[in-house]
């Protein structure tokens, strides 16, 4: 008997259940809704979105509107977004993740707590993501973003740092980066570091290398924009090398499912739970 099993653990986190319910509501009022850049990073639930009515735009279509309804993905945004739609006279649906929004707000008064620009905001983050640049507005474009430890080496350490994390990034990679500041930074200058990682992502580690561990096949379901997908990905890697990074079950290689007799399948923050059931259904079809 082939065992084919979903993990509990892997889906939306609470912000893009929150996100898709408001789109979800909205929509069903009949009328036209946009959504400022992808409401989800997985392109088969944002193709399931635009069945229904939802319109996906970028800045520049954005700064054009008004008199309209847009809303604003658990991601965050700048303040200029904000400030456009007032004076555009759009009505803004706002899905930032509470999470997300909390830390805009420590970043905003950090940044502006320096009158003199005699400190650094550091932001640990995927460069040119929705989240980051949401983090960076929020500094009047000061901050300077990381992705890892050998960016964190190439700071003025002459300089007092306040060091901040994008809310879906590494944990261990993060304490690194913390360690190498403490270590290295002039004794005339002060470090302070927020942990703004989110524990709901975060906790999903310990749960993916366990579930990776239990099975001999794993397929990762996740959209390749996902910085959360990505990371969860290589976890299940390091544990279990027999795992595949998939964005739906029309990717699966059938030949990988020969003499196996246990297969996960999982998924990132970003990948809706009816997909990884498509890609379990499947599987026990063709087995």
Known sequence: M???????GSGFCFGVVTAIKKAEEELSKGKPLYCLGDIVHNNCEVERLKKIGLIIIDHKTFEKLHHV??????????????????????????ATCPVVLQLQKKVNIESHSDNKGEKLI???????????????????GKAIVI????????????????????????????????????EHISPEATFEYND???????????????FAASHELIFFVSGKKSSNGKMLFEEC?????????IDD??????????????????????????????????????I
């Open 2 to 8: 082939i065992k084919v099993e979903i993990d509990e």
């Open 69 to 94: 309804k847009v809303l604003l993905r658990a991601h965050g945004e700048p303040p200029e977004t904000y400030q456009i739609a007032k004076e555009n006279d759009i009505e803004i649906i706002d």
């Open 122 to 140: 550091v932001i640990y983050g995927k460069s040119g993501h929705a989240e980051v640049l949401g983090l960076v507005g929020q500094t009047e």
């Open 147 to 182: 992705e890892n430890l050998e960016e964190a080496k190439k700071l003025d350490l002459r300089k007092s740092i306040r060091l901040f994390s994008q809310t879906t990034k590494s944990v261990d990679e993060f304490w690194k980066i913390i360690a190498y500041i403490k």
């Open 196 to 210: 703004t990682i989110c524990r709901q992502v975060s906790n999903r580690m310990p749960n993916i290398r366990r």
């Open 237 to 245: 890697k390091k544990i279990n090398s027999n795992s595949h990074l």
């Open 249 to 286: 079950e029309k990717e699966i290689d059938d030949s990988l499912l020969q003499g196996i007799r246990s297969i996960g399948v999982c998924g990132a923050t970003s990948t809706p739970k009816w997909l990884m059931e498509n890609v379990a259904e499947y599987i026990r079809l063709k």
